[in-house]
């Protein structure tokens, strides 16, 4: 018997968002999942910060938390990754309905947390920095 697994929802979106023109506009391809040793700025990162499996092997609601990151060295940092943020939101929101046939379908994105400025302190000067979260209903 072959195990049927749930698709990978945090690669759908990355891939999703990374793809997008508005987005490719405002940081070029730079969607991750992490930082990248040498990142070059702005940039956005995703990753799956829980959620439920509705029915194991057919149907996950993983929660993703994006973050728009913005250079240090640019005046209008704030509203630009404000921006970058929202754009992320919309892009997350237009994948619902969508086939990613063999990988799974996208039924549903929703809110969790809409975009909120926090700037990351852990970085000094403080790194300008929005951030939101969705739950997104997908099918195998």
Request: glycine share 4%; hydrophobic share 40%.
């Amino acid at each position: 018997m072959t195990v049927r697994l749930l698709p990978d929802t945090l690669l759908l979106c990355v891939e999703a968002v990374r793809a997008h023109a508005d987005v490719q506009a405002l940081c070029a391809q730079r969607v991750w999942t992490r930082i990248p040793a040498d990142p070059t700025w702005p940039l956005v990162t995703l990753e799956r910060v829980g959620g439920t499996t509705v029915r194991p092997e057919h149907i996950d609601r993983p929660q993703i938390q994006y973050a728009a990151w913005g250079d240090l060295d640019d005046p209008d940092a704030e509203p630009a990754t404000g921006l970058l943020a929202r754009t992320v939101q919309a892009v997350l929101h237009e994948q619902s309905g969508t086939d990613h046939s063999p990988d799974g379908v996208i039924c549903d994105v929703t809110d969790v947390l809409s975009p909120f400025w926090l700037p990351d302190t852990d970085s000094q000067p403080a790194r300008p920095r929005w951030m939101g979260q969705v739950a997104v209903t997908v099918h195998v």
